[in-house]
């Protein structure tokens, strides 16, 4: 089975800063790694997929790199609507899908 | 308008069983697969499983096999999960989230709104 981690599992930040947050797979996953934004008492969103893909509607301040067994997303200029919890997600091992434990952004 | 509505909120005592479904609308509900995903209170998400909505075959995660029934009912376009022999620590919000993508480059793009199942004697 492919784990996921994620770091740091929390973080504190302020409107306007940089935050990243990265995400290690137990083995390699080439690119297929999605990054999904949850608010509290909602569902997940999806922000990228394979890595470095934005969905549609999301705004270009997130970006995701990475390939291989180390992601880095990205918030490059944080918003009061970007404290949430952020999960990765591994789409290699199809039809087994695994998702990180999660990394909560607080306003600091 | 492209959703999925889940039923609503469950009290169920330990030993029962419930069925949760989630309604698609706005798509071919055939031309994509759907996910179940768990969130037990305060924790991160846990993916159960899939089925296939063409075939009906479903795929279930290690630790759901045998309470866990994934199912379709293809003429109203509804997945359902059903969860026998309830345990308290089957409390939780499940998911239904639609599969988009190709060969392994999928991802969920469409969730519904979760369904809260509490198990309380």
């Known amino acids: 089975d492919i784990q996921m981690t994620q770091s740091p599992s929390s973080l504190s930040a302020s409107v306007g800063d940089r935050v990243t947050i990265t995400c290690r797979a137990s083995?390699?996953?080439?690119?297929?790694l999605n990054w999904y934004q949850q608010k509290p008492g909602k569902a997940p969103k999806l922000l990228m997929y394979?890595?470095?893909s934005l969905q549609s509607g999301v705004p270009s301040r997130f970006s995701g790199s990475g390939s291989g067994t180390d992601f880095t997303f990205t918030i490059s200029s944080l918003q009061p609507e970007d404290f949430a919890t952020y999960y990765c997600?591994?789409?290699?091992?199809?039809?087994?899908?695994?998702f990180g434990p999660g990394t909560k952004v607080d306003i600091k | 308008q492209v959703q999925l509505v889940q039923s609503g909120s469950e009290l169920k005592k330990p030993g029962a069983s419930v069925k949760v479904s989630c309604k698609a609308s706005?798509?071919?509900?055939?031309?994509?697969?759907m996910n179940w995903v768990r969130q037990a209170p305060g924790q991160g998400l846990e993916w159960m499983g899939w089925i296939n909505t063409n075939t009906g075959n479903p795929t279930y995660a290690q630790g759901f096999t045998g309470r866990f029934v994934f199912s379709l009912d293809t003429s109203v376009s509804t997945a359902y999960l059903q969860i026998s022999s309830l345990k308290a620590e089957d409390t939780a919000v499940y998911y239904c989230a639609r599969n988009e993508g190709y060969d392994s480059w999928w991802y969920f793009d469409l969730w519904g709104r979760g369904t809260l199942v509490t198990v309380s004697s």
């Open positions: 394979a890595a470095s």
């Open positions: 083995q390699s996953i080439s690119r297929y």
């Open positions: 997600q591994q789409s290699y091992s199809t039809p087994w899908f695994t």
């Open positions: 706005g798509y071919t509900f055939t031309s994509y697969a």
